[in-house]
């Protein structure tokens, strides 16, 4: 079976600094940020974890496709910024968005973390394990 990405949705928080934000606490302007990086402003998540900007994306991916929590079989959460070391961030999702048939975990690996997840979920969805 090929694998096919079918929905994609995103979270962002709600609190937003601007660069202006890191003035006082750097030695920084809002200039020197935007002409060197582009960057405008920054979301933070002040309560909560990243499973807790994992499930709403999740839950609109699921919304999309059509699809229950049950018919979910595997979770891989891409991330150097964990809920805990133990248990996984993914079971934490799992148990959040009830995904009772899934498996699933964590797989650290930076910037490239995305490539690497992609790649892991292609195979094992081609692999119909």
Request: aromatic share 8%; hydrophobic share 40%.
């Amino acid at each position: 079976m090929p694998a096919n990405i079918t929905a994609v949705a995103h979270y962002v928080p709600e609190d937003v600094f601007p660069n202006s934000y890191f003035e006082d606490k750097i030695d920084t302007s809002d200039e020197w940020i935007r002409t060197r990086t582009g960057i405008v402003e920054r979301r933070f998540l002040l309560n909560g974890a990243t499973s807790d900007l994992i499930v709403p994306a999740a839950k609109k991916c699921l919304e999309q496709r059509g699809i229950s929590p049950q018919d979910i079989d595997c979770i891989i959460v891409c991330t150097v910024t964990p809920d805990n070391m133990f248990p996984s961030t993914a079971a934490t999702v799992q148990r959040k968005l009830g995904l009772t048939n899934a498996w699933g975990f964590d797989l650290s690996a930076a910037c490239s973390g995305f490539l690497y997840g992609l790649m892991t979920a292609s195979s094992l969805v081609e692999s119909g394990r």
